[in-house]
């Protein structure tokens, strides 16, 4: 279905101000410009994921926006569009005992370190979002970046859809569980699945043990 006039003339000044970190960042002369973003700090299971991702200045990407704003399908068509037209992109994983171990925070950062490291192309200046990560390369964290720049927004959608499809994945390991509707969050038929057969080998265990712990108790 075609987009009324004025519907069009609002998501095109969106996309506009979508640029608006990167046309100021092409000004001061920075030109490999990497959009960071993960998925997944808060869910009971899985890894959390990040990506990154070099766009071309003000690519036409249509309908680019926060992976949280679209649907499943959206994001899956637009992480391909994304892929074709980025310079380069990659994507960190950092699973459930390393979470465990180092905690959710710390866990993020490393899997944004990797993303980086991923691309095979050194980006000048990183736009992550809300974080700032210990690599020797320009850097500003930009609070609800993935709904204010299009190259965090960019790989928001590229870890969103990595992750999804590794939970779908695990799904298939334990389908009590239901991760591939849920993905690992705290939904109340995830939470039911904890209390009756307890955690299984990929949830985040200093997640889940106060609700097993109230189960028990």
């Not at 899997?111 to 320009?138: K, N, S, Y």
């Not at 569980?177 to 307890?198: M, Q, S, V, W």
């Not at 955690?199 to 109230?214: D, E, G, L, Q, Y």
Request: glycine share 6%; hydrophobic share 45%.
């Amino acid at each position: 279905m075609k987009m009324k006039p004025e519907k069009q003339a609002a998501e095109q000044e969106r996309l506009h101000k979508l640029w608006k970190w990167e046309r100021n960042l092409w000004a001061a002369g920075y030109s490999r410009i990497a959009g960071v973003d993960e998925a997944g700090r808060g869910p009971l299971a899985g890894p959390v994921v990040a990506a990154s991702v070099i766009l071309p200045l003000e690519v036409d990407i249509p309908g680019l926006n926060d992976s949280k704003q679209l649907s499943p399908k959206k994001r899956a068509d637009l992480a391909e569009t994304i892929k074709q037209q980025a310079l380069a992109w990659g994507v960190g994983v950092v699973d459930h005992s390393e979470i465990d171990r180092i905690n959710i925070l710390q866990a993020s950062k490393k899997a944004m370190v990797e993303a980086v490291r991923q691309m095979g192309m050194q980006p000048d200046f990183l736009l992550i979002d809300a974080l700032t990560v210990a690599l020797d390369i320009p850097q500003a964290g930009v609070v609800h970046g993935d709904a204010l720049s299009a190259s965090i927004a960019a790989a928001s959608i590229i870890a969103k859809t990595y992750r999804d499809a590794l939970m779908e994945m695990m799904d298939k390991l334990y389908p009590e569980y239901g991760f591939k509707d849920h993905k690992g969050y705290g939904t109340p038929r995830h939470i039911e699945a904890l209390k009756r057969c307890g955690p299984c080998p990929v949830h985040r265990v200093t997640f889940v043990s106060k609700i097993i712990k109230k189960a028990v108790d």
